[in-house]
């Protein structure tokens, strides 16, 4: 059973920054998701287990960074230039190994989400 924490939402103006973190109990690969009003949950952003390899969403790409603190079982999404379709809740979900990192369905635990808000 992975335990996983999330932080950092909040309201942001267009063109600024937040950086949502997520603990977890254990080490893991894990990914970013989010969600919008009457939307389906989206893939974000994916890192594997040892924090060497990241995938993104193209809707991300050169905006978003994943990255992971190995020692203390964390991983960061540090998302600059924020737009107003950013806003979602954002879900981090935690798997044994990074593959299918875009299918919601094998990931086997998720945190309880955080909001983030942009407004233009």
């Known amino acids: 059973q992975v335990q996983l924490v999330e932080s950092g939402g909040g309201l942001v103006q267009a063109g600024g920054s937040l950086r949502l973190s997520c603990a977890a109990s254990?080490?893991?690969?894990m990914g970013w998701f989010r969600q919008a009003p009457g939307k389906e949950r989206e893939f974000v952003a994916a890192?594997?287990?040892?924090?060497?390899?990241?995938y993104y969403a193209d809707s991300v790409k050169g905006r978003f960074t994943i990255s992971g603190d190995i020692a203390k079982n964390t991983v960061y999404l540090q998302m600059n230039s924020l737009r107003p379709d950013d806003t979602a809740v954002y879900y981090c979900?935690?798997?044994?190994?990074?593959?299918?990192?875009?299918?919601?369905?094998?990931?086997?635990?998720w945190g309880q989400g955080t909001q983030v808000t942009v407004s233009s």
């Open positions: 254990g080490r893991t690969a």
């Open positions: 979900a935690a798997k044994p190994y990074l593959t299918t990192y875009e299918n919601l369905s094998s990931y086997a635990y």
């Open positions: 890192i594997s287990r040892s924090g060497t390899i990241t």
